[in-house]
C-alpha cells in the first residue's frame, strides 16, 4: 500500500526529495521520491558521504516537496545545449534527426 501512496505523490509532484547542491562541482543532484520530509531527512547522511567519497566540496541539502525534471543537473559546463542540436566545429548548430 506504501508503494502506491508513494506512486500518487510522486505523480502529482507531492513526494518528497532530497536536493543536494555541491560547489565543487557545481552540481545539483535529486534523490528520492519519499512520502515524508523526515523520511527524506533520513536518508540525505548516506547521499552525502556518497558524494563526498567521490570528492565533491561545498555540499547543501534541502528537502524539497516536488517533481524534479532531471535527477542530476551540471551547472559547471556553464550553457545548457539543446540536446536535440550538435554543435559543429564552426559554431553552426545541425538537428538531429
Not at 500518487?8 to 562541482?25: D, H, N, R, S, Y
Not at 524539497?64 to 540536446?83: A, F, H, R, V, Y
Amino acid at each position: 500500500m506504501k508503494e502506491i501512496w508513494l506512486k500518487f505523490l510522486e505523480a502529482t509532484g507531492k513526494a518528497f526529495w532530497v536536493e543536494i547542491t555541491t560547489e565543487q562541482p557545481r552540481c545539483t543532484y535529486y534523490f528520492g521520491p519519499f512520502a515524508s520530509a523526515s523520511e527524506a531527512q533520513e536518508s540525505s547522511p548516506g547521499y552525502i558521504e556518497d558524494l563526498k567519497e567521490e570528492g565533491a566540496q561545498g555540499i547543501r541539502t534541502a528537502i524539497k516537496q516536488m517533481k524534479p525534471n532531471d535527477l542530476t543537473i551540471d551547472d559547471s559546463l556553464g550553457e545548457i545545449i539543446d540536446p536535440e542540436t550538435i554543435p559543429d566545429l564552426s559554431g553552426h548548430l545541425f538537428l538531429r534527426g
